[in-house]
């Protein structure tokens, strides 16, 4: 029935051609592989789809399976495939260093950490100059939160609900989504506040975020005010004078949640927000893990877009284009309450990974990309607009750039999620058309599109028009 069901998916749109021709699969058969997922992998991975992709290659925007199928790949190894996959000047650069030098530990000097130190941090505005490296995200947000409490000589840090800044021990105490929670002592000195969500939470508008597509709420706002960044900043306020000390090390945020589902804040919240910070003695944390590196097209930086410069920067996935590396850029100043004792970190910073950063930095200058994710990724949210007034279960599109989140209710009106088998539908026909998207929201609720920042025109009327059929097929099935 299973098979029956996938080749009735059918679509108009014509898949844009590729003339790259993958390697002939060599590895154990799918069943074997599955076997071996059940018996010797953590199941805490867990994996997408009813029957799990097999991919074996991937080139530029396009990955293809151990049958040879492919797929238009929307969502980047998790916004971690900036550039495109096995992109040829990154992948050269790293081979050439395989050959020379892998490892010394930083105890001595390699030329590529100062090269890419240099490059990395001439990227960044003053004072934002110094860098510590490190292998992901939770562990440059884990050195932010320890850093701003080195520094600060105060513990309590506020984040965002819904936010996601890592899964490890420390980190899980900011990261306030309910699934990624374990029942451990976790969040020691970590304050979550409202979320200043324009779509789903009490107070937004039609004017309120910085994207091309606005909610469908209405807004109440006169000329120059901005009514829900008012109430939300109250609430902001709210959580300074009744869950933390008076003095505070500090606040992070993502300049748009990523797991969350591209969740925009209102344009002003973060400027007054780093202000009400630094009053109680915080410092600022960007968390730029998702929207970095040239992501929300406009600017290379999210902060950026807020009219914001934070006092500690934290950068992963997109800067190594899949290869684990991530950094902590702050002030000299900061950076200096680290050095009062030891902190070391083996692999951070190593000959090989800064090649690759530097590469990444290379490719995305001389392919245009944060340009390209400024056209294509507004050519696409006003593309998938068409299909929010269309089609009532699609609720919300949202972004800037190739950030894009795409959130399902149930109707309008109640904005209730829509049911989880519903999603997993349209999700598994987008697969099965050959178009694969990422997932987030507090109930999985909401398709994340973040794409590498090579994708075109051509693929974005592709991937919509596939979305499209995917959406026409739910409506024929709940009729």
Known sequence: RQQKWKSSVSTQAKMPPCDFVPEKYKSYPYERMQKIREQNISPSLRMYYKKPLLLHQG????????????????????VTVSVGHCHPKVTMATQKQL?????????YMHPSIQEYAEKL??????????????????????LAMFMARLYTRNFDIIS????????????????????????VANGFGCSTTMLPDVFRGPWGGSHCRDSPVQTVRKCSCSEGVCHANDQYIEQFKDTLNTSVPKTIAGFIAEPIQGVNGAVQYPRSFLKEAYRLVRERGGICISDEVQTGFGRTGSHFWGFQTHDVVPDI??????????????????????????????????FGGSPLA??????????????????????????????????????????????????????MVADKDSRHPLPAEEIN???????????????????????????????????????????????????????
């Open 160 to 183: 965002f609900r819904g936010a996601y800044h890592g899964g490890s021990p420390y980190t899980l105490g900011l990261t306030s989504i309910g699934l990624y929670k374990h029942g």
């Open 121 to 142: 941090t001439s990227l960044l505005p003053d004072p934002l100059k110094v860098v510590y490296l490190t292998n992901s995200g939770s562990e440059a947000n884990d």
């Open 99 to 107: 050959a020379r030098l892998w490892h010394t530990t930083n105890i």
């Open 59 to 78: 080139h530029m925007q396009w990955l293809f399976d151990y049958e040879g199928q492919r797929y238009l790949d929307l969502f980047a190894g998790i």
């Open 313 to 346: 920067v934290t950068l992963a996935k997109g800067i190594g284009n899949g290869f684990p590396m991530a950094a902590v850029v702050t002030t000299k100043e900061i950076a200096s309450s680290l050095a009062q004792n030891l902190h070391f970190n083996t």
């Open 354 to 407: 800064c090649v690759v950063g530097a590469a990444v930095l290379d490719a995305i200058e001389e392919d245009g990309l944060q340009k390209n994710s400024e056209d294509v990724g507004t050519y696409m949210l006003l593309e998938l607009a068409k299909l929010r007034d269309k089609f009532e279960i699609v609720g919300d599109v949202r972004g800037k750039g190739l950030m894009i989140g795409v959130e």
């Open 425 to 479: 539908q349209i999700w598994e026909d987008c697969k099965d058309m050959g178009v694969l998207i990422g997932r987030g929201g507090l109930y999985s609720q909401t398709f994340r599109i973040k794409p590498p920042m090579c994708i075109t025109k051509k693929d974005v009327d592709f991937a919509v028009e596939v979305f499209h059929s995917a959406l026409q097929r739910h409506m024929e099935r709940a009729a």
